[in-house]
């Protein structure tokens, strides 16, 4: 029986009568348009344990840049709870922005470094905003453990830190990424894209790939990875926003050799939709 | 039988088997120095419904200035424990700053407007590091109320914001200041004053009394009550950072007339030693 709340004091009553029986909550924070990639993260929860699952679904204005597609982002909460009863989802949290941000609301969590580079220099105040609306899902909801897609690489090592460092009794899970046949990494915005931009869209996971497979060969040339992924990106896509290596616990730029724990990730444009994706080298096998 | 515990998760794992036993865990954050006016908190955590009192012994270095009194607040550990199981607290939680903040650490907590005047302005990386330690400390501790006192009367404010903007499910109590028989409101840093200062000391608890009794009296000019509390501080003390009426809630600045739910601050120096004071006005009855 799914249960549906919207304000953050239901939510924390209903995890504390749920706590109080002897149950553990697990968190899947989502911005909705829910498709399998989510309900993966449903499964891995419960995988470490949760005997419960709250699934929110907040598209949250703080993420978003001024010029970004916060309005035009796919809202589809029927299919959304449809799904969410189809897993055994216990409870979905979907709270209004105002019930989120009321008038006055003036408090924001930041982590530092991690959050610079890549998607932090393209979009300056989107961490800031992922790292507060998740600290109030936290703290909502207690969870004992929460699952975020590896989709979104820079925000699950984000949070995994925000954790650990305000001593938040949370495991935070980086799940793998889901991908469609093709290869195309699953994406809610996924869904704005053309017929012709979702085929030439492939080109991210055939860099991916092609970096891959030459690193797990012994490549370990950071400028020669990153060429490997880029080429076919550059050839599909309107523009490119990165394509680096990447230190994959801190982020940090590598020196001229890729070091055994490197992640490889890409952002990239087609037809106004801007799309990320990310391997970790010698783990994730894309073949 | 007092428990003292030092390390986050350590602290962590016993009040989540005090809540699961049923206990209601109250939290009084401190930075040791112990008086009167923390024992009072640990009275009001449990008036307020706390069966078990978790104190926090901690003198945090994010919130201390380069210039700052840091290494030398005053540390009585052994002291402070005595007068805890004097009082029936049932955990002190006293980490290590390596414990707070091993390396990597790079997680904030910031509360915006609330913390830019007063002591804001006069210690611009203070509430920062406040509402980090708070943060951290309400995470590992997971309270149901925690008690701070008025003395730092901004801090409550903040702290009280903190939590409601991040949907912390705890209460967070402002405290009655405690002051010794000459009027002084109780502090750690009293330690510091010599003989002749901590006689001069009491000119702040003087002009407060003398602002409180003319606003009592109908006096709304906020130049006036000003004026009454500033004259015998300037006389008595090496400086003046501020003498000021704020709203009560939002610590916003007045017009010309003073509002019924208002607070007159103070902080001064002397000798050295940065004390702060404050009276609620038509509310405290210093008389």
Redesign the interface.
């Known amino acids: 029986m799914l249960a549906v709340v919207h304000a953050?004091r239901e939510l924390?009553a209903t995890t504390?009568a749920l706590r109080a029986g002897g149950q553990r909550v697990g968190l899947v924070p989502t911005m909705g348009a829910l498709h399998a990639g989510h309900m993966s993260l449903v499964q891995a929860v419960r995988d470490a344990g949760a005997t419960r699952v709250v699934l929110s679904v907040f598209v949250n204005p703080l993420q978003f840049g001024p010029k970004e597609d916060f309005s035009k982002y796919p809202r589809t909460l029927p299919d959304d709870l449809e799904l969410c009863r189809a897993h055994g989802v216990d409870v979905v949290y979907a709270p209004a922005a105002e019930q989120m941000y009321p008038p006055?609301?003036?408090?924001?969590?930041?982590?530092?470094?991690?959050t610079q580079a890549l998607e932090g220099a393209a979009r300056p105040t989107h961490f800031r905003g992922v790292?507060?609306v998740v600290?109030?899902?936290f703290?909502?909801t207690?969870p004992c453990v929460a699952a975020f897609g590896r989709k979104d690489y820079q925000q699950w090592r984000t949070l995994e830190?925000?954790a650990a460092?305000?001593?938040?009794?949370v495991q935070v899970l980086g799940c793998p990424i889901l991908r469609e046949p093709d290869g195309l990494a699953m994406s809610s915005r996924n869904r704005y894209l053309q017929p012709e931009h979702r085929t030439r869209a492939t080109a991210i996971y055939a860099g991916l790939r092609g970096a891959s497979a030459a690193f797990a060969a012994g490549e370990r040339r950071v400028a020669r990875l990153e060429e490997l992924a880029r080429a076919g990106v550059a050839a599909a896509f309107d523009s490119i926003d990165y394509v680096t290596v990447a230190g994959a616990q801190?982020l940090a730029a590598p020196g001229e050799q890729a070091a055994e724990h490197s992640v490889m990730l890409v952002a990239a444009r087609i037809g106004g939709t801007r799309l990320i994706d990310n391997a970790i080298l010698g783990q994730d096998c894309l073949v």
């Open positions: 953050p924390a504390e006055g609301f003036q408090t924001h969590v930041e982590v530092e470094q991690l790292t507060t600290a109030k899902l703290n909502a207690g830190r925000m460092d305000l001593d938040m009794p801190d």
